[in-house]
């Protein structure tokens, strides 16, 4: 194969290319930030370049994306514990080589000013790429006529909740259906985070009437029936007013059908689940250091972590996020006093992503590794607007690429992960596999299991959705 090229060159030869379509082995020449070729083995023999490296056996895969974290994010009186220097060194040992974090206006005030503020948060500090969506707390003329500015600065998505009234952060219906009819307009896409805020309110005052402040009330103050009855609500809605949307942290067995029925009916909805709804269960509220597995919804039983998994294999579940939220343990202990409902809810898995999704999913046979490339890559390039830039190892993507070793196992502990915390939720689970190398637009972050990459690397990607 006859390549012309101009810049300084990396050649990775004998890996297993991933693609959301399939995989393959074969060689894959980097030029500069870029993917400039693939070629079968031995097509680029005779090229000179400035690094070879050989990845036989390993697996190839495009750069992960993580659409769904909270950096540096007030919560319940305490900070969350990652922010965008040890959170993307982090994540870049986790294979992901861009993220979304959000930026969440203030009650009353600028989502374009708190995003300004964020960026100037993450500027010279990140080890990969990064962007932004909105976090929108009211649906009034002046939040409305924000949405097309956010989406012109490159940060189309945007959220909001249909909880926590008691923060200030519930939106109502009638702004939900103002956001959907500008979101419509302007083509954005809306996230929400669906539970019904009543049910809640009903079922947490009846548990602590009772005296249950022990974390599992935490499941039965927010069951499975809120996040249901809130998604099936969206569903209503987008038939009076269709407009992008996208569901975050998915649950529950009875969600996967709901959005499964919605999308057979031509409804623009799409959604996420989280790394631990697929591996961990309300068991975890039981047991020691329940407090710290305390997360909004709240982990459910092992049929709803099986529909997860068949929901991810069908298609219907489009992706995996981490939405990796923990705050300091010493800060859970302190404000939680011992009950449930002062916990602050969150918890951190920002580099157990791909470590789990490959583990409990491609190597236990419950998807397979195309799969595996489009729920945490592949598809969040293409619904958040990072395609083809992002998502995919093809000419002219840049050159985001996992080199993974399958061979091989180890144990996942809080001590063997390199996130901003003590705590690890899958801690002593055996791992197979791991992470050796991680190039972000043809530079090293992780070279051979070490962090080599710079922080200042990581650029802000600007999004424009195009579905």
């Given at each position: 194969?006859?390549?012309?090229?101009?810049?300084?060159?990396?050649?990775?030869?004998?890996?297993?290319?991933?693609?959301?379509?399939?995989?393959?082995?074969?060689d894959?020449?980097?030029?500069?930030?870029?993917?400039?070729?693939?070629?079968?083995?031995?097509?680029?023999?005779?090229?000179?370049?400035?690094?070879?490296?050989?990845?036989?056996?390993?697996?190839?895969?495009?750069?992960?994306?993580?659409?769904?974290?909270?950096?540096?994010?007030?919560?319940?009186?305490?900070?969350?514990?990652?922010?965008?220097?040890?959170?993307?060194?982090?994540?870049?040992?986790?294979?992901?080589?861009?993220l979304?974090?959000?930026?969440?206006?203030?009650?009353?005030?600028?989502?374009?000013?708190?995003?300004?503020?964020?960026?100037?948060?993450?500027?010279?500090?990140?080890?990969?790429?990064?962007?932004?969506?909105?976090?929108?707390?009211?649906?009034?003329?002046?939040?409305?006529?924000?949405?097309?500015?956010?989406?012109?600065?490159?940060?189309?998505?945007?959220?909001?909740?249909?909880?926590?009234?008691?923060?200030?952060?519930?939106?109502?219906?009638?702004?939900?259906?103002?956001?959907?009819?500008?979101?419509?307009?302007?083509?954005?896409?809306?996230?929400?985070?669906?539970?019904?805020?009543?049910?809640?309110?009903?079922?947490?005052?009846?548990?602590?009437?009772?005296?249950?402040?022990?974390?599992i009330?935490?499941?039965?103050?927010?069951?499975?029936?809120?996040?249901?009855?809130?998604?099936?609500?969206?569903?209503?809605?987008?038939?009076?007013?269709?407009?992008?949307?996208?569901?975050?942290?998915?649950?529950?067995a009875?969600?996967?059908?709901?959005?499964q029925?919605?999308?057979?009916?031509?409804?623009?909805?799409?959604?996420?689940?989280?790394?631990?709804?697929?591996?961990?269960?309300?068991?975890?509220?039981?047991?020691?250091?329940?407090?710290?597995?305390?997360?909004?919804?709240?982990?459910?039983?092992?049929?709803?972590?099986?529909?997860?998994?068949?929901?991810?294999?069908?298609?219907?579940?489009?992706?995996?996020?981490?939405?990796?939220?923990?705050?300091?343990?010493?800060?859970?202990?302190?404000?939680?006093?011992?009950?449930?409902?002062?916990?602050?809810?969150?918890?951190?898995?920002?580099?157990?992503?791909?470590?789990?999704?490959?583990?409990?999913?491609?190597?236990?046979?419950?998807?397979s590794?195309?799969?595996?490339?489009?729920?945490?890559?592949?598809?969040?390039?293409?619904?958040?607007?990072?395609?083809?830039?992002?998502?995919?190892?093809?000419?002219?993507?840049?050159?985001?690429?996992?080199?993974?070793?399958?061979?091989?196992?180890?144990?996942?502990?809080?001590?063997?992960?390199?996130?901003?915390?003590?705590?690890?939720?899958?801690e002593?689970?055996?791992?197979?596999?791991?992470?050796?190398s991680?190039?972000?637009?043809?530079?090293?972050?992780?070279?051979?299991?070490?962090?080599?990459?710079?922080p200042?690397?990581?650029?802000?990607?600007?999004?424009?959705?195009?579905?």
């Amino acid at each position: 194969m006859e390549v012309l090229i101009s810049g300084k060159t990396k050649l990775i030869l004998g890996g297993e290319v991933a693609s959301a379509a399939g995989s393959m082995r074969a060689d894959l020449l980097i030029e500069g930030e870029k993917i400039k070729a693939q070629g079968m083995p031995g097509a680029f023999a005779g090229l000179e370049v400035d690094e070879t490296i050989d990845a036989s056996g390993k697996l190839l895969l495009p750069g992960l994306i993580d659409p769904h974290l909270h950096f540096n994010s007030p919560f319940m009186g305490t900070v969350s514990v990652h922010d965008f220097s040890n959170g993307t060194a982090a994540a870049a040992f986790g294979g992901i080589t861009t993220l979304i974090d959000f930026s969440t206006q203030p009650k009353g005030g600028s989502i374009m000013g708190n995003l300004s503020q964020k960026e100037g948060e993450a500027e010279g500090k990140t080890y990969i790429d990064w962007s932004m969506s909105g976090i929108l707390l009211d649906a009034s003329p002046e939040t409305l006529a924000e949405i097309p500015q956010l989406i012109r600065a490159g940060c189309p998505t945007y959220k909001c909740f249909t909880t926590y009234k008691h923060s200030g952060r519930l939106m109502d219906d009638a702004g939900i259906f103002r956001i959907l009819r500008t979101t419509a307009e302007y083509g954005g896409m809306l996230m929400i985070h669906c539970e019904h805020d009543a049910t809640i309110d009903r079922c947490l005052e009846k548990e602590l009437s009772a005296g249950h402040f022990a974390s599992i009330y935490h499941a039965r103050s927010r069951p499975a029936a809120a996040e249901n009855m809130a998604i099936q609500r969206l569903v209503e809605m987008l038939k009076q007013e269709p407009a992008p949307s996208y569901v975050v942290h998915t649950s529950t067995a009875e969600s996967v059908e709901i959005i499964q029925m919605a999308r057979a009916q031509g409804l623009p909805i799409h959604s996420e689940t989280c790394t631990h709804y697929l591996a961990l269960t309300e068991e975890k509220l039981e047991g020691p250091n329940s407090q710290f597995y305390i997360c909004s919804p709240p982990l459910r039983t092992q049929r709803d972590v099986d529909a997860l998994w068949q929901g991810l294999a069908t298609g219907c579940l489009e992706v995996v996020s981490s939405d990796d939220a923990g705050v300091p343990t010493k800060d859970n202990l302190r404000l939680g006093q011992g009950r449930f409902d002062k916990v602050p809810s969150g918890m951190s898995g920002i580099e157990a992503r791909l470590s789990i999704l490959y583990t409990e999913g491609v190597h236990k046979g419950r998807i397979s590794l195309p799969r595996l490339v489009e729920v945490s890559s592949t598809n969040i390039a293409r619904l958040f607007g990072l395609y083809p830039e992002k998502g995919h190892l093809g000419p002219g993507a840049d050159a985001d690429v996992v080199i993974y070793d399958p061979s091989g196992s180890w144990a996942m502990t809080s001590k063997s992960l390199h996130m901003n915390t003590d705590f690890c939720p899958f801690e002593g689970w055996t791992i197979q596999g791991h992470v050796e190398s991680v190039l972000c637009r043809g530079a090293y972050v992780i070279r051979d299991g070490r962090l080599v990459g710079k922080p200042g690397h990581g650029q802000r990607a600007f999004r424009r959705l195009t579905f």
